[in-house]
């Protein structure tokens, strides 16, 4: 019998079950999600350019930006209640379910180049809600992890300083000192290059510094080896990294305290944590 | 007790993976042996979870909830989770209720939300010991074991199986020494007491909860000998006399479905094949995706029909490619997705001889596990089905058969150690008595004097 | 250089595991595609391992120990050792010849003691980095990255692969955006030009020493993809998208044997049914046995054509059922004896087609690797085979064909996502220009722009 | 096609091969290996009491074992010239994979039979190398590498005291008081009760005990558990015992040096060493 009569004698079901397109609702518009309604300002011009960054429109974004503030608008309140309005419902639409990377990406740029414009006014640097460092351990050339990481601490209101790829443990410590984050994140995939991130935890230490935690992630890396060494936690998801931040940042957490109540900070059951 | 006296399919080209005469369906509407192939997962409880029971029950729901979650995320239409106990938690039945109860939660709620068809088997340990003179039929230790079943029936496990131990401290002389008769007499005669004593007891508490009676397995006594044996090139045991000691195993194995269960058995009988050739009931097997637990020599063709197919047992931990629950039910359950392609084709036969053929030659033990010698052994069993010992010599002497006239054919290759042992083996069986009566006094005085944990009191043998 | 404008082979039922259209033959006698299929195993150094020379020969020495040990106590008639060098051992090129060594002289010990044929592939770490600056034709790191394949080469490994990086910088934005232009851009025009770099140099370094030089893969682009695909709940990146950045893959991959690879190719190179339906050379592809590495959602359809079966990656760690070379060689060696024993009986294209059909609508990756859908994109590369864009194009157009006519037919179903990233991936690609240099110039300002570590230079575009 | 007509088909050297068929030699007698030929005593009545063990002959052994000690042969000398050279070849066929377990068991069964019958004239125990204590860790009821280890160190010249399975630590330290062994070996193949290792060497540093090493070995238990802790080696092979035994013995290794030197002492690649 050729491949073909065989193919259509298969109940598909039987075999393999898309379970995400069987659960998908149906469609709806982001702006219409009750969870977005509430992040959503109602007062325009904040209404309006909330909704750019929420469909990824980074043109429209900056034009509506710079329109507004031309019109006199305070750059802190279109980075506070437009800005980040737009950027906190894209994240709860990805956590939900219904975003989905790129999204996060382009809604990303859009609110970090009308951010920039915002700044522009300003003369600064905008508040963020603290500083967080993330790199890419020494010898390890994958970065797609540290990137979203990137992505997700800027979405949620963080300065991200990227320190890029194949770092030293020298320049870690020297990232350290400058910029005294509240967190840190350090990604590895490979077995050779976990090792890694006990040397920079050693680094800093023997210059007497400290971070609160610093979150140890990527594929190859494994908890019971993360956790054999101070002062790191184990990260499991890019998007956790923001809810760690905050942890650190409103509940005083530490990587003692994260080791424990990992689950509980992301809101989540996470497998690797499991018992 | 209904005994087999005879084979329920009337052919070994009738039998396949995924089809057993008799299938079982679960509360939760899962089917074993009903036209498709179940995957399994199961997983060991990390080093420190029987410290406690909080640990040991969360424990066993994060090993549910990560299996149940790597389930959907590679669609899965169905999957079972087997939970083996640990000391503990037979010793303690209220352990055993309540992790089945935080298991059954979390498979229930997965299937609730996408509909994938799920069912819990539990196994309690058989923490009876003659060692310790912990008597077989009345110590606390037996009591825990059936509390502990009682306990996870009412908690919602879909599927009751155990491990008994009847016998072993003969078997386990008789394979360190290569004494066929005390095979014989331990897996055969004691093992086969043993198991229709504890089966009744079962049975009914299975019923009683409408839980279905899974079954059994000779794990204690021929997976002891398999894994001597080991690998090709290893010393421990030989391995024609490993393959004798799956054929009795099978004739031992046998009983729990004539005292009721239902299947699926239990993964690691190997001998399983050779106890669905005779009764028809579904089976669960392990093999190539149980590399994590144990090399076996019939990775593949232990897989030829069976109905569930299990990894067997790993470490709960990380590996790259996530945890060990997510892991290794992907890895059965992909292999369950091909088998259950192959039924959808209709072209399962064909699976199913691939799988056997790959192995048929590369070992006497998988050898005689091949369907259609399988069958024979079975043929062989039900001929004397009345008289566990006398089908247990059957069962063993259609072993040698089987290898010998595959060395004849020139299909099969042994060393001398095994060639030595297996004809050794047949000359003893040749010469043993036809009643049973007079083989069991004399075993039990000659195994009495020689194996200091046994006690015949266990078996109601004097 | 020849680019391929058509087909080798004549039709897709024509292609099947376990044979090329162009087998190689190692020094050693074994043989990639000549009617059997080989097991790969390949095993990550341990953590630690990489601090010393003398600590990473040991360790790769221990490995191929390891592997050997396994397969001959399990009966393999043959299989393949594959060692991915880390940044350390690339960087010091004398690692890489002393690795290489240890684990030859372990082969060829094995070898000659039992008769199991074996072989070495040697994959030195592409080191370049566009981040850093150091380039991708002149600086340190690609000479080391030459040296390293030379040593590979003269100390005896049998076949050399690498994972080249050309195009990623802009590629990962395109990933990560599901920008479908930048995905064309950075994996079919600056992937396929630094890859026809690269390629016709290790050519000639294999070539001087008679080793085979074996194949590239799109790891570096269309694995990330599908990395962040992930599962079918996961939602960092659409499986459409994902599916469109693999067909340009195979466009990429071809590229290395267009200068002279021979194959097998790489195993993460899940593009490669499609370039093997091209060109005819022999791959080596990984699914259901690299769960350990990873979760792919077509675990045995890449099976179908492959002619080597991987484990992708392991911890060099204990198992309960041994040390990992020992049981990841161990699980592809049975999958590998299972298509073996389908050719040795003729019944490999049955199995063939198993595999297929178990995935084949799983996901929108799948769908498009089966055997026969890999074939119509390689007819629609070829088709423009001149041209590494406008084949790029038809690959990616041809993908799209594909899934909408299987959503059509109700076989395929896709989530909101998947559907609208198709659609407008579609139409942006029936926009682009059909004048490559027109795209380029185009594309070289607008990610020159986006991408900050993109740098022309590094493929000559400026 | 029928299963019966595709088997036909098929060449098995593609699919499986035996290698140990392949490379097993030509048969042989035990006794004229020259390996055993070197241990073997020339004179009698050693040379025959020593062959009957390697033969596994209990019967005739035992038999000639009374008969020597009737001629008035010292005790001391057929355990050592005869019997322990029989056990001694015994497991050099064994290592040198003629011999398999069996052999062992029953070559030792023999041998612990006709010393005993020795030490019934001696009126005491005979001297043995040191002594061993074994035992399989609490909860856990797999006794069958506990009962392998048992005979290798017998065959080895050890006193091995076997403490049974499912033994809780506190019996242990009882016995390392009583015994005062050189070596004691645990085994455990439960991921859940390889812990109590753990629980052993506790209890033995309460009590200010300690022994030169404990092997800790079977199914679950991993090296990297293991040496999780101290005074402890991870082991492999049942008949790798009593060579460490020796090298504690002869060469004053304790728990350190074996964990450094285990594949130099057991004389062979161990692939759990490996690095
Ligand atoms: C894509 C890829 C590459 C690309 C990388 C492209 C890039 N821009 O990063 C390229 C081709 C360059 C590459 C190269 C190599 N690779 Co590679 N690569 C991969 C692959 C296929 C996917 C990795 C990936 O991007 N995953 C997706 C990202 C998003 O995952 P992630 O970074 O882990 O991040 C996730 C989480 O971990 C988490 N996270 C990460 N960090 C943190 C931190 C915190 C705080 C938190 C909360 C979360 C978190 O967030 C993300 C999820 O949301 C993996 C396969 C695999 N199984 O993983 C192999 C893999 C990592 N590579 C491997 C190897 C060996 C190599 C090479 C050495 C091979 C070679 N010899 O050429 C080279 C490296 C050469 C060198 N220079 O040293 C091995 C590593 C084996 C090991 N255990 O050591 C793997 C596992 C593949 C394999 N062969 O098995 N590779
Ligand atoms: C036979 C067996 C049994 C028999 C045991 C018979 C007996 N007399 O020992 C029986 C049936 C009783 C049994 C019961 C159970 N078992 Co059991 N059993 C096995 C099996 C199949 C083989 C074990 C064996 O005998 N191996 C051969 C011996 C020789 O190996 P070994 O002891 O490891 O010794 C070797 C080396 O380790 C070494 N060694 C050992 N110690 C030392 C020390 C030193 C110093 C040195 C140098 C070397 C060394 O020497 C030997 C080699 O030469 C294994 C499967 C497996 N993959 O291992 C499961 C296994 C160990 N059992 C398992 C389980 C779960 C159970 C049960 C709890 C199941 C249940 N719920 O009923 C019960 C226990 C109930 C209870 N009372 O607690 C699991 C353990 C999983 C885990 N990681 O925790 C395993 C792995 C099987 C599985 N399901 O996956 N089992």
């Known amino acids: ?275 | 007790m209904k005994r087999f006296t005879k084979m329920e399919y009337e052919s070994p080209d009738e039998m396949c993976f995924g089809f057993a005469k008799h299938p079982v369906k679960t509360r939760n509407g899962l089917e074993v042996g009903a036209g498709y192939v179940n995957p399994i997962i199961k997983v060991a409880p990390k080093e420190g979870s029987e410290n406690s029971k909080e640990s040991m029950v969360s424990e066993c729901r994060n090993i549910a909830i990560s299996a149940c979650q790597r389930a959907v995320n590679i669609g899965l239409p169905s999957f079972i989770l087997e939970q083996e106990h640990i000391a503990q938690q037979t010793a303690n039945p209220d352990w055993a209720g309540e992790c089945t109860q935080a298991q059954v939660e979390v498979l229930e709620h997965f299937q609730d939300e996408y509909g994938i068809k799920t069912a819990l088997k539990a196994t309690p340990a058989d923490i009876r010991d003659e060692e310790k003179g912990s008597t077989y039929r009345t110590s606390e230790q037996y009591q825990n074991v059936m509390e502990s079943i009682e306990q996870c029936c009412e908690n919602g496990a879909s599927i009751i199986c155990i491990e008994t131990t009847g016998g072993k401290s003969v078997s386990d002389y008789g394979i360190s020494r290569g004494d066929p008769r005390a095979l014989l007499f331990g897996i055969g005669v004691l093992g086969s007491i043993d198991m229709e004593f504890m089966w009744t007891e079962i049975v009914k508490i299975c019923d009683k909860h409408n839980v279905i009676p899974g079954g059994d397995t000779n794990c204690s006594q021929s997976n002891t000998a398999m894994f001597l044996a080991g690998g090709l090139l290893d010393k421990d045991c030989s391995h024609t006399f490993a393959a004798i000691a799956r054929g009795i195993g099978a004739a031992n194995s046998l009983v729990a479905v004539e005292c009721g269960a239902k299947g699926p058995l239990k993964d690691c009988g190997y001998e399983n094949p050779i106890v669905k050739a005779i009764s028809g009931v579904p089976i669960a097997t392990e093999g190539k995706n149980a590399v994590c637990a144990h090399s076996d020599l019939m990775g593949n063709l232990i897989a030829g029909i069976c109905d569930c197919w299990s990894n067997e047992s790993v470490y709960h931990r990380e590996e790259m490619g996530g945890t060990t629950p997510e892991v290794w039910l992907q890895a059965t359950g992909f292999e369950a997705a091909l088998m259950n392609t192959s039924i959808e084709t209709g072209k399962h036969k064909d699976l199913r001889d691939l799988y056997t053929l790959t192995d048929k030659y590369r070992d006497p033990q998988a050898l005689i596990l091949a369907y259609d010698n399988a069958y024979r052994i079975g043929e062989a069993i039900v001929e004397y089905g009345d008289d566990p010992y006398r089908r247990s010599i059957a069962a063993a002497l259609e072993v040698c058969n089987i290898i010998t006239e595959a060395v004849e054919a020139k299909k099969m290759q042994l060393t001398r150690f095994e060639q030595d042992s297996l004809e050794s083996a047949m000359r003893s069986f040749k010469k043993l008595p036809d009643d049973s009566a007079k083989f069991i006094k004399r075993a039990n005085r000659r195994y009495g004097r020689k194996v200091e944990d046994f006690d015949p009191k266990n078996y109601e043998l004097n």
């Open chain 1, 1 to 275: 019998m050729s491949y073909k009569d065989l193919e259509e004698k298969m109940n598909q079901e039987k075999i393999a079950i898309r379970y995400n397109v069987v659960a998908e609702g149906a469609a709806m518009k982001a702006e219409d999600y009750p969870e977005v309604k509430e992040i959503l300002p109602e007062e325009e011009p904040f209404r309006t350019i909330s909704l750019e960054i929420l469909y990824e429109d980074k043109i429209n974004a900056l034009k509506d930006v710079k329109k507004a503030l031309d019109e006199g608008i305070s750059p802190i309140e279109i980075i506070n209640n437009g800005l980040m309005k737009g950027i906190d419902a894209v994240s709860t639409l990805y956590t939900k379910g219904v975003y989905f990377l790129p999204d996060l990406m382009l809604a990303g740029d859009a609110m970090m180049e009308s951010v920039k414009e915002c700044e522009s006014v300003l003369g600064r640097k905008s508040d963020t809600k603290g500083t967080v460092v993330c790199f890419v351990a020494e010898g390890d050339p994958h970065d797609i992890g540290k990137n979203l990481i990137l992505m997700f601490l800027r979405a949620g209101g963080y300065e991200a300083i990227d320190l890029g790829r194949d770092v030293p443990a020298a320049k870690v410590v020297e990232a350290v000192k400058e910029y005294d984050p509240i967190f840190m994140t350090g990604t590895a995939l490979m077995t050779t290059t976990m090792t890694a991130f006990s040397k920079v935890v050693d680094a800093l230490e023997q210059e007497g510094l400290e971070v609160p935690a610093i979150g140890c992630g990527g594929g190859a890396v494994r908890k019971d080896y993360v956790e054999s060494m101070p002062m790191t936690v184990y990260g499991v998801e890019a998007y956790h990294t923001p809810k760690l931040a905050d942890a650190i940042l409103n509940d005083n957490k530490n990587w003692e305290d994260l080791r424990k109540e990992y689950s509980d900070v992301v809101g989540e059951f996470v497998s690797e944590y499991a018992s």
